[in-house]
């Protein structure tokens, strides 16, 4: 099978885009994977990203196959913020969200020690309108970033705080979250990936995880951008939705929170400047059905733009 290789965005350290030169099949693409997959991870580790078009594939089915083809392992979603629909052993629905939202640009469980290293997405039902799945360099992200930004995040890391208000219908509860319902069993994942549990009266339920701000990528040899800070800090949300929530909870109560691990509060007007950055360097395609998209989860930070009409896209999370 003859295939084309071109760049889906204008930078070299940005995605690509493999797609057959004449009608192919899955089968074709199976073949071709099984004799380029040291150069395909070779692809991955310099562009961040490979989208591969126009192999018709369908279903949970194609998507978990692929990626077992691409050599990926399934990994834990215990933990995991998101609202998602598990539709096979590996693979779930992107993040369930309302359709009119933009889910901001991130790493996938940034807020945990062990997060996946490769994410697949599928596009099984591509949106009439919208629905990209948003992207960012995290090497373009890095370098855009203030030394005064960067240093202060650098040295004082993060602290991502979650609080369970029991009873309250906002986010997941802790049992979704982590897939139990016994505190001690919920303590002991807590306690295994880092964090801490902190309960007060009545059930409540606070847990706290200690990370870094950056990560070290072995691919470019550069450390990076790794967090989800200003996705979880109130200051994401609308200052009217905010102000309700925190006067319905209390300041730092709201189901996600982030601080510096010292305990002293992120700078709002950095905050603003990173969602700016982020802003500036958002990368933008137009799902096709069956299309699969591979990421490197450290070098590429993902999203989803609002949409209008039916749009269902699936992901496989690797941690290898």
Known sequence: MQINISPLFEADHHPIVITPTAS?????????IDGQGSHLQQRLQQHGGILFRGFGLRGTADLAAMATRLGARPGSYSGGNSPRTKLAPDVFTS???????????????????RWPKRLFFM????????????????????????GEIADAFR??????????????AIG?????????????????????????????AGGALQVRT????FRYDEASGRDLWFNQA????????????RAMFERSFGVGQLAHHCEHADGSPLDEGMLARVRAILLEHTLLFDWQQGDLLMIDNVQMLHG????????????????S
């Open 172 to 200: 997941k509860s802790w049992q979704a979250t982590y897939g139990v319902g016994d505190p001690v069993q919920l303590e002991d994942i807590v306690r295994g990936q880092g964090g801490t549990c902190h309960w007060a």
């Open 95 to 113: 993040t369930e969200y309302p359709a009119s939202e933009m889910i901001s640009l991130h790493h996938e469980m940034s807020y945990l020690p």
């Open 304 to 319: 989803r733009q609002a949409y209008r009409g039916p749009r269902k896209t699936l992901v496989y999370l690797s941690e």
């Open 24 to 32: 192919a099949n899955l089968a074709d693409l199976y073949r071709y």
């Open 155 to 168: 040295q004082k890391g993060l602290v991502y705080i979650r609080n369970f208000h029991p009873g309250v």
């Open 210 to 213: 200690e990370l870094s701000a």
């Open 230 to 241: 200003e996705q979880w800090h109130p200051s994401a949300l609308h200052p009217e939705v």
């Open 123 to 146: 596009a099984e039902v591509a949106a009439a309108t919208g629905g990209q799945t948003s992207l960012a360099s995290s090497i373009d992200i890095t370098a855009a970033l203030t």
